[in-house]
C-alpha cells in the first residue's frame, strides 16, 4: 500500500456570491502520509475549513472545485460518483465540526447518532455500536460514559458535546479525520483530556489527520507538519517543529507573534463604583439537576468581569439566568437597583435593550434564511425604530466597526460566511440595540488570534466611548488576562473564587485556579506529554 494516503494537487475552489464564480481557494497542493497529523492554520477566510471538507470531496452549497486533483487513496473524489464519495465518507473519511450544537440533530440522542454510521456501513451491530460507544465516551472522559449517550444534545454542555462529535467520528475508526476547529468550545482542562484521546486514537489506529485550527498552542502538540493559509493561498509549509522554531515568512512570524494586548487599567469613576448589576442567592437547574448554587456576584457600572470555569461548570448557564433565558428556582437579579422579572420576555422593552447577549455559537445564532443586514437591522427596528435610509446607514456603521466590508457582506446569508465574520456579525447585532451591560459567551472562541484581538481592542474601545459594562464569560485564559478588570472562578455549579484579576492570577493560587491556569497550552511541542507525564507521576504518588 502507497505510504502517501491523500494528495491534493492545484486544487481550486470557488464560491457563488453576486451573481457569480469567486475564488476561495486558488490552486493548493496538499499530501497526508498514512498515521501523519497536517495541522492546517490562517486566519478567519483563509479557507482551512472549505480545503479540509475539500479532503471529502465535498463543498458547501454555493461551492464547487474548479480545479486540480483530490487523490484518496488512489480513487479520484473529484470524479468519484456520489455512491461512492457516500460509502468513504463516515467510513474511512470522518469530519468533526467546529460547531458540534450545528451538527448533531437535536431530535435524536446521542447514542443513536453515534451508532449511525457504523451500522450503515456494516463496520458493526447497533449493540456492537452501542458498547463501543460506551467505551470511546470513556477513553475521551465524557462525565457518566455508560448514561451520557442516552441524552439529547441540548442535555450536555457544549464541551461535552464537542467530546461527544469527536468519539463519533472515530466510530468506523476511519483512515482519515478533519478535526475542524475540534477544541474551540472547551476549557482548558477539557482540551488537554481531548488533545490527549485524540493524538492516542490516532497513533493508535494510525489514522491520518487534518488538524484545522487558529490556537497555534494547540497545533504544537498535534502536527507533524504544518501549512500556513491566507486568502485561499498557500504561504509556507515545514515540518512542525522547523515551523514552531524558525517561520520564514512575514505573515507567519505574524500569527506566531504572542498576543500581547493589555487593556489600560480602569480609571476610576468621576460619578463613584455604582453597582449596574447584582446578582443574589441564584439557584437554577435543568430538570431535576441542580446547575447554579447559591450564586452571589456584584458588576460594577463601565466594569469588565471575566467568569471561567471547566465545561459544566455553570458559566453559561448564569448567563442566561441574567438574561431571562433560564429562569432561576431561587434567587434574583437586580439591574441598575430595578429587579428584573425572571422570564426575559416579560421584562420591558427598555430593558431587554440595555441588556444584551452575544453567544458561543454563532452557527446556531444566526438565522441562515436572513441577509446580514437583516440580523443587524432587526433590533435597530424593534428597539430603537429605525427604517429606510436611518436604518441601512446604522447598519453600515456598525459593519464597519467589526471591519467587515458593508458592500461586500449587506447581502449576503451566514452560510456565505465564515466562523469568525459570523461571530462578528452576533456582536454588531447586540450592539444595534445601544446596550449599557453585554454578556460575551465565548465571543473570541472561533477567532483566530489576529482577528481575537482585533474584537478585544474593539470592545476596550467601544466600553471607554459607551460606558459598557462586560460579563465574559471564557475558557481562554488570555482573553481574561487581556480585558478583565474582576475574574470568577466557578466549579461544579458554584463560585469557588472572586476579586481583582491581578489577586486571583497572583502565586499562591486557589488548588482549581491553579488547575485552570497550568492547563493552558504553550508554544512548546512537548508541552502536552511533559504535562501529562507530570500530573501521572503525581497521581501515582498519592
Known amino acids: 500500500m502507497s505510504d502517501i494516503l491523500l494528495d491534493m494537487k492545484n486544487v481550486a475552489i470557488e464560491g457563488y456570491s453576486d451573481r457569480q464564480w469567486k475564488p476561495i481557494i486558488k490552486g493548493v497542493d496538499l499530501s497526508l502520509k498514512r498515521g501523519e497529523i497536517l ?5 478567519s477566510g483563509a479557507g482551512k475549513s472549505t480545503l479540509g471538507l475539500a479532503a471529502m470531496g465535498y463543498t458547501k452549497g454555493g461551492c464547487r472545485i474548479s480545479g486540480g486533483q483530490i487523490m484518496f487513496d488512489g480513487q479520484d473524489l473529484t470524479t468519484a460518483s456520489r455512491n461512492s464519495l457516500r460509502k468513504l465518507r463516515g467510513k474511512r473519511i470522518a469530519y468533526v465540526a467546529q460547531s458540534a450544537a450545528s451538527a448533531f440533530n437535536p431530535a435524536f440522542k446521542l447514542i443513536n447518532q453515534y451508532c449511525e454510521a457504523p451500522v450503515q456501513h456494516g463496520v458493526m451491530s447497533k449493540a456492537q455500536a452501542q458498547s463501543d460507544a460506551v467505551e470511546l465516551y470513556r477513553k475521551i472522559r465524557l462525565p457518566d460514559p455508560d448514561t451520557i449517550g442516552f441524552r439529547y444534545p441540548h442535555q450536555v454542555s457544549g464541551g461535552q458535546l464537542q467530546r461527544a462529535m469527536t468519539a463519533m467520528a472515530m466510530a468506523c475508526r476511519p483512515d482519515l479525520i478533519i478535526f475542524d476547529e475540534p477544541t474551540t468550545a472547551l476549557d482548558v482542562t477539557t482540551q488537554i483530556e481531548v488533545l490527549a484521546a485524540i493524538r492516542d486514537i490516532v497513533r493508535e489506529y494510525n489514522t491520518a489527520a487534518i488538524y484545522i485550527t487558529h490556537d497555534l498552542a494547540v497545533v504544537a502538540q498535534m502536527a507533524d507538519q504544518i501549512k ?118 416579560k421584562r420591558a422593552r427598555g430593558l431587554q435593550r440595555h441588556l444584551q447577549m452575544i453567544h458561543q455559537m454563532a452557527d446556531t445564532a444566526l438565522n441562515p434564511k436572513q441577509r446580514i443586514k437583516d440580523v443587524i437591522g432587526r433590533p435597530l427596528t424593534f428597539f430603537l425604530g429605525l427604517k429606510g435610509a436611518a436604518k441601512e446607514a446604522r447598519i453600515r456603521e456598525l459593519l464597519t466597526l467589526i471591519e467587515l466590508d458593508p458592500d461586500v457582506f449587506m447581502n449576503r446569508f451566514p452560510s456565505e460566511l465564515s466562523g469568525g465574520q459570523k ?22 472562541s472561533a477567532l483566530d488570534q489576529l482577528v481575537a484581538e482585533g474584537i478585544l481592542r474593539l470592545l476596550d474601545r467601544l466600553q471607554r466611548e459607551l460606558d459598557l459594562t462586560y460579563l465574559f464569560v471564557t475558557h481562554d485564559i488570555a482573553t481574561v488576562r487581556s480585558i478583565a478588570d474582576d475574574v470568577v472562578v466557578m466549579q461544579n455549579g458554584k463560585i469557588v473564587e472572586q476579586g481583582p484579576k491581578d489577586e486571583i492570577f497572583a502565586p499562591p493560587h486557589a488548588p482549581y485556579t491553579e488547575l485552570l491556569l497550568s492547563s493552558v497550552p504553550e508554544m512548546d511541542p512537548d508541552w502536552l506529554t511533559d504535562l501529562l507525564e507530570e500530573r501521572m507521576t503525581a497521581e501515582q504518588s498519592q
Do not use: H
Open 423 to 444: 461571530q462578528r456579525v452576533c456582536i454588531a447585532r447586540a450592539l444595534a440595540a445601544e446596550p449599557d451591560f453585554i454578556i460575551c459567551d465565548e465571543v473570541t
Open 39 to 43: 495541522g492546517l492554520i490562517g486566519e
Open 228 to 345: 500556513v493559509l491566507l486568502r485561499g493561498e498557500e504561504v509556507e509549509q515545514a515540518p512542525a517543529r522547523e515551523m514552531l522554531a524558525n517561520p520564514q515568512q512575514t505573515y507567519t512570524k505574524s500569527l506566531w507573534a504572542v498576543r500581547d494586548f493589555r487593556r489600560a487599567p480602569r480609571p476610576p469613576r468621576e460619578d463613584g463604583e455604582s453597582t449596574l448589576l447584582d446578582v443574589k442567592g441564584m439557584d437554577a437547574s435543568y430538570g431535576t439537576t441542580k446547575v447554579l448554587d447559591n450564586i452571589n456576584l456584584t458588576i460594577k457600572r463601565g466594569s469588565t468581569v471575566a467568569v471561567v470555569g471547566e465545561s459544566g461548570s455553570g458559566k453559561s448557564t448564569l448567563a442566561r439566568v441574567i438574561m431571562g433565558l433560564l429562569p432561576p428556582i431561587e434567587g434574583e437579579v437586580i439591574y441598575d437597583g430595578v429587579p428584573l422579572q425572571k422570564v426575559g420576555a
